[in-house]
């Protein structure tokens, strides 16, 4: 009797273990497919997401390249004989500097160790983070405009129109003249400067320099590290004139 009442209870004690173990299976395969039905939904999500920012993307793209069209093709602009289009550029900051006039201001960079120059960039264009590294240059090119030359509204509204000297006079050739791309002129066909200044302190938005040779309100276009490994070139040709 007493064995018979065992082989019951251990009968109940496994139907209860088989029952429970298929609920178990019943709940686990139910979330599983509730998990992977909710996988899919995110994927699909997630995948229609990734389409709409290609797109945006791709739009975006197809909307700069129109306006670098439309801004380089610009009828005005365009020369008379060549089919050359204009790139039209904003300053990225202004020079204040120690010289108020033109006269009186250096002819070349470096002339006057002492001279002091702030280049002040503008904080809605120019992020200080542009700056971050610059200070371990000890000198940097600088690219601005000669924005006292006389003609210069003229040049810029009516290119077509302006005429500009193929030669000016060289002071060091005692009134002799050269073709203006042989010179450093400040009057030329597109009135950009170059020069090399050095690197004294960056501070937030502001680029403080030495030895600079740019008169008070010179609108900068760009800078960039002087490297000596490129920028210096060993057994470099000048005319006789220049030394």
Request: charged share 20%.
């Amino acid at each position: 009797m007493s064995s018979t009442r065992y082989s019951i209870l251990a009968l109940a004690l496994a139907t209860l273990f088989s029952a429970s173990s298929a609920i178990s299976f019943y709940i686990w395969k139910k979330n599983l497919i509730e998990w992977d039905s909710k996988m899919k939904e995110l994927q699909k999500s997630l995948n229609s997401a990734l389409e709409k920012c290609a797109a945006e993307r791709q739009g975006r793209i197809r909307a700069q390249q129109a306006l670098r069209k439309a801004v380089v093709a610009q009828p005005q602009a365009k020369s008379e004989n060549l089919d050359i289009p204009s790139y039209p550029m904003a300053p990225i900051g202004i020079v204040q500097s120690c010289f108020s006039t033109r006269n009186g201001t250096p002819r070349q960079p470096l002339l006057v160790p002492l001279a002091r120059a702030c280049l002040v960039f503008d904080s809605t264009r120019v992020p200080p983070a542009s700056l971050e590294g610059l200070e371990e240059y000890s000198h940097c090119w600088i690219i601005y405009v000669f924005h006292l030359n006389t003609d210069l509204e003229k040049l810029w509204k009516h290119p077509s129109k302006s005429k500009f000297k193929a030669k000016v006079r060289v002071p060091r050739l005692k009134g002799g003249r050269l073709g203006v791309f042989a010179t450093r002129s400040p009057h030329r066909p597109c009135p950009i400067g170059l020069t090399v200044a050095k690197v004294e302190a960056v501070q937030g938005n502001m680029l403080l320099l030495s030895g600079v040779d740019l008169v008070d309100g010179t609108p900068v276009l760009d800078i960039k590290p002087y490297l000596p490994y490129c920028d210096s070139i060993e057994g470099a040709v000048v005319p006789n004139w220049v030394m």
